[in-house]
């Protein structure tokens, strides 16, 4: 059974940093292309980013290029995102999510992504 722990939320002062993280277990990490999503109270969820199986591919939402970075670590069956320039409007809860099948391409739609996580709070104070 496919399991995804995020972790590393919290609260942060506009133009501070995180650095969440998404343990992952149940099957060979390093097959799967990953994402990451997020979604405010009261909106729908949301790309923020996403990381081809061996990370050499990535692809960002416009409203977080140059600041977020995505990156993976197979030998620890962990993905990350380092969330820099922070702002009021990147508050929401933070998702890690992966596909059924391996080997596809790392996707920006919901839709594309079977296993999510519990999420893990992002709030960031102006």
């Known amino acids: 059974q496919v399991q995804l722990v995020e972790s590393g939320g919290g609260l942060v002062q506009a133009g501070g940093s995180l650095r969440l993280s998404c343990a992952a277990s149940?099957?060979?990490?390093?097959?799967?292309?990953m994402g990451w999503f997020r979604q405010a109270p009261g909106k729908e969820r949301e790309f923020v980013a996403s990381i081809s199986r061996g990370g050499g591919t990535t692809y960002y939402a416009d409203f977080v290029k140059g600041r977020f970075t995505i990156s993976r670590d197979n030998a620890k069956n962990t993905l990350y995102l380092q969330m820099n320039s922070l702002k009021s409007e990147d508050t929401a809860v933070y998702y890690c999510?992966?596909?059924?099948?391996?080997?596809?391409?790392?996707?920006?739609?919901?839709?594309?992504?079977?296993?999510w996580g519990q999420g893990t709070q992002v709030t960031v104070s102006s």
């Open positions: 999510a992966a596909p059924d099948r391996p080997f596809r391409s790392p996707g920006s739609a919901a839709y594309e992504y079977d296993y």
């Open positions: 149940g099957r060979t990490f390093s097959s799967y292309a």
